[in-house]
Antibody, heavy 121, light 107 residues
Framework: EVQLVESGGGSVQPGGSLRLSCVAS????????MHWVRQAPGKGLEYVSA????????YYATSVKGRFTISRDNSKNTLYLQMGSLRAEDMAVYYC??????????????WGQGTLVTVSS | SSELTQDPAVSVALGQTVRITCQGD??????ASWYQQKPGQAPVLVVY???NRPSGIPDRFSGSSSGNTASLTITGAQAEDEADYYC??????????FGTGTKVTVL
C-alpha cells in the first residue's frame, strides 16, 4: 500500500524557517518524481514545488522561488521542503504527492494527509 | 493567479449529469488531470491521462478535452460526489498549475 506521511508543520513567526518531511512507503520511491502542494485556509490548491526522481532537477512556483528548497534522500525514502523567509501568505496545509506520467501528461496519484504550517506573530 | 479557469460552482440533481470545465491556452499542449476534494480531506485523483480512472474510482467519472478546454463529466451524480474539483496541468511556461476549483453541489 502506497503511503505518504508528512511531518514538520507547526507555528512559526514571519521571517522564520521550517523544514517539512514526507516519508514514503509501499513503492520504489527513487523512481518517482514528487511534488509539494499547499492549500491555504478556505482556498484552492496551489502547486509549490517538484523534484525529479534522482533529485537533480527541481521546480518552484514563482511565489516560493528563492525562499523554499525541495530535496530528497532516496536512501531514506524521504522528501523534504525547506521553507525560509516565511510570510503570512505561506500559511497552509502542505501536502506531498507522487507524480506519474510524463512532461506533457503528468498527474499526482497519491497524496499524504497534509501538515499544517501556521505563520503568525 | 491561475492560468486554468474553472467555474466557481455548479449544481446537479441527484442522478443527473454534470460537466466541469477547465479552460486555458496551455491545454492545447498539455493534458489535464482531475482531483476531488472533500472537506478536511486530501485531494483524490479521479481522472488522468485523457480519460483513465485510478482503481476504485467509479466509471461515472470521465474526462475529455477539446482545444483549450478540459472537461470532467459525472454521469449519474451521487450524493457522495458533492465536493470541490480541481484540474491540474501546466501553464504556458511549463510550470505545474491547478485550476481555480469548482464546488459541486448535488441537489
Amino acid at each position: 500500500e502506497v503511503q505518504l506521511v508528512e511531518s514538520g508543520g507547526g507555528s512559526v513567526q514571519p521571517g522564520g524557517s521550517l523544514r517539512l518531511s514526507c516519508v514514503a512507503s509501499g513503492f520504489t520511491f527513487s523512481t518517482y518524481a514528487m511534488h509539494w502542494v499547499r492549500q491555504a485556509p478556505g482556498k484552492g490548491l496551489e502547486y509549490v514545488s517538484a523534484i525529479s526522481s534522482n533529485g537533480v532537477t527541481t521546480y518552484y512556483a514563482t511565489s516560493v522561488k528563492g525562499r523554499f528548497t525541495i530535496s530528497r534522500d532516496n536512501s531514506k525514502n524521504t522528501l523534504y521542503l525547506q521553507m525560509g523567509s516565511l510570510r503570512a501568505e505561506d500559511m497552509a496545509v502542505y501536502y506531498c504527492a507522487r507524480e506519474i506520467g510524463d512532461y506533457y501528461d503528468s498527474s499526482v496519484d497519491y497524496w499524504g494527509q497534509g501538515t499544517l504550517v501556521t505563520v503568525s506573530s | 493567479s491561475s492560468e486554468l479557469t474553472q467555474d466557481p460552482a455548479v449544481s446537479v440533481a441527484l442522478g443527473q449529469t454534470v460537466r466541469i470545465t477547465c479552460q486555458g491556452d496551455s491545454l492545447r499542449n498539455y493534458y489535464a488531470s482531475w482531483y476531488q476534494q472533500k472537506p478536511g480531506q486530501a485531494p483524490v485523483l479521479v481522472v488522468y491521462h485523457k480519460n483513465n480512472r485510478p482503481s476504485g474510482i467509479p466509471d461515472r467519472f470521465s474526462g475529455s478535452s477539446s482545444g483549450n478546454t478540459a472537461s470532467l463529466t459525472i454521469t449519474g451524480a451521487q450524493a457522495e460526489d458533492e465536493a470541490d474539483y480541481y484540474c491540474y496541468s501546466r501553464d504556458s511556461s511549463g510550470n505545474h498549475v491547478f485550476g481555480t476549483g469548482t464546488k459541486v453541489t448535488v441537489l
